[in-house]
């Protein structure tokens, strides 16, 4: 790449009706994949049979890992090992590493959240298994995330005062929050986390790129599978009443960011240069920390926990198991199938 091409702006400014009207396309795609799941599921307008949403979310969780690893890592790579980059870039793999650090510091965010957790659960005399293999064991059936061991009902009295109730229903309704709830909106948060700042960078590249038509066409489908994957996990949210707005919070919260990114970049496209020096270590260094989100997530908290961890996985029949996995490596094979493109 030459001097001229990293330092100055030659973005195209064709087709600018077909970019801006791309903004609204965009995000009835991303929204209407990442909201439908979570009004399917609660609407009583809407009788979609069980086996939809296992495919959803199952098909979701493939997109989830594919896009890190083929949307997300390798254009870090890429964007990190730019010519109009310094000396000192092409020196380390910085794109590895800056994606491992993101792995640990996530692990370390959830680590110390249930350790935190946990504290608040003793202070209340509950105890629980972070992954519930403890009830897995005890053949109880346990989903990611901490688990309360569960009350045994009290035999030897035959009637207990109404303070005793009070403060039993107390310590439930505090282990259920601590446990359930906020597991859950850790785990997703951090999983929206990661694809917003992904959505954000294709909706700048999308703005500017000469081989608009293309990426527009991929990235409408892109959108779309991603927030399908998303949607689906945010649908399988079990909150409290007083929660139930974060499931639609982060479905319109996905579905904004792309058309926002895309909205940026027409603003700036005429002194916004993707190739320069400072735009490719952003880019680079979000795609990595994204990538290392998504990975973790996917690996973790979905592929492990629904399968290795998961004790009706264990027991399930090979016909349903092989469904699930089949239904993971779709999703995985579309999404990869995409980034022949984006």
Same mark, same amino acid.
């Given at each position: 790449?030459? /001097? ?14 077909? $970019? ?39 098909? =979701? ?19 990190? *090992? ?32 249930? $350790? ?42 035959? /009637? ?70 998303? *949607? ?14 974060? $499931?639609?919070? =982060? ?9 926002? =990114?895309?909205?940026?970049?027409? *603003?700036? $496209? ?21 990538? =290392? ?32 996995? *089949? ?16």
């Amino acid at each position: 790449m030459s /001097e001229l091409a990293c330092g100055a702006v030659q973005n195209e400014h064709t087709y600018t009706g077909l $970019r801006i009207a791309s903004i609204f396309v965009i995000l009835a795609g991303s929204s209407f994949g990442a909201l439908f799941p979570v009004i399917a599921k609660r609407s009583p307008f809407f009788k979609v049979p069980k086996t939809v949403y296992e495919f959803a979310k199952y098909f =979701g969780s493939g997109v989830i890992i594919a896009t890190g690893f083929i949307h997300l890592l390798a254009p870090a790579f890429e964007a990190l *090992g730019s010519e109009c980059l310094g000396d000192g870039w092409k020196t380390y793999p910085w794109a590895s590493a800056i994606t491992m650090m993101s792995m640990f510091a996530l692990f370390l965010t959830e680590l110390f959240a249930f $350790r935190i957790g946990t504290a608040k659960l003793e202070a209340l005399k509950v105890n629980y298994d972070p992954h519930g293999h403890a009830l897995a064991q005890a053949g109880h059936h346990s989903a990611h995330g901490p688990e309360g061991e569960r009350i045994q009902p009290q035999t030897k009295e035959k /009637e207990a005062d109404s303070s005793d109730i009070e403060a039993h229903e107390q310590h439930a309704r505090a282990r259920e929050f601590y446990t359930t709830t906020m597991a859950q909106i850790i785990g997703v948060s951090i999983l929206e986390f990661g694809v917003i700042f992904h959505s954000v960078l294709i909706g700048l590249t999308l703005a500017v790129d000469e081989d608009f038509k293309v990426l527009f066409i991929v990235l409408v489908f892109h959108q779309t599978f991603e927030g399908l994957g998303l *949607g689906s996990r945010l649908a399988y949210l079990e909150l409290p009443d007083a929660w139930s707005w974060a $499931r639609y919070a =982060g479905a319109i919260a996905y579905g904004l960011t792309t058309p926002i =990114g895309i909205a940026i970049g027409l *603003g700036v $496209r005429s002194t916004y240069n993707p190739g320069s020096s400072t735009a490719s270590a952003v880019s680079g260094c979000l795609d990595a920390i994204s990538a =290392g989100i998504l990975l973790y997530t996917g690996l973790v908290e979905l592929l492990a926990h629904e399968f290795v961890f998961n004790p009706e996985a264990h027991k399930a029949p090979l016909g349903k198991l092989l469904y699930s996995i *089949g239904c993971m490596i779709l999703g995985a094979g579309v999404m990869s199938l995409l980034g022949r493109w984006a």
